[in-house]
């Protein structure tokens, strides 16, 4: 039964996108997006919101093969609970604004793993270090303020010290590990 009910809303959606609506770039409506990390300092648990991300993309999910992915996350308009927080971040041993003010990530790989599931391949460039990186997402087809848009959801984990995010005090890991979850809730508009 839930095969069927599987087979029945692939079908349903697919019938609903493969008009000629979807042909088109979708661009990230950043009032209804969010995109937040997530690491420990100690035992205590924190997180962030990077406010300011552009992003388009294109993928059609009757040929998932190929998609094109252009998002850029402006790291100084990072919003964190404290002052200091921020001007850690900010500074030469983490972020270093000053000398590299955004993180992209460019991907023309697509694949689908599940009925809404999607993997993309690309690269991840924060600082002056880009990396490989493969991006699990979930895609879904709503209704935003009464025009079809794209609702894209994923969880992924960035080894921070891959990317220079961590010089000087900030490379030990006792206190910050290296893994920083990053979680996408965002929404795409037809452009």
Known sequence: MRTFINHAFLVTTLIFISSPTFAANWVL???LSSVVFKYNYGSDEYEGIFTNVEAQFDIDPLSPGSCDFDVTINIEDINVDSPEVLDYLLDYELFDVDT???ATF???KCRLTGVTSFESDGTLTIRDQTQPMTFPFELSIETCD???CFHLTSSVTILRLEYGVGQGYWANTAEV???VEVVVDVYA???
Do not use: L, R
Request: avoid cysteine.
């Open 189 to 191: 508009m037809q452009q």
């Open 29 to 31: 409506d950043p009032g």
């Open 177 to 179: 590990p290296n893994e």
């Open 100 to 102: 590299w003010p955004s």
């Open 106 to 108: 460019q991907a023309e």
């Open 146 to 148: 009464g025009q079809v």
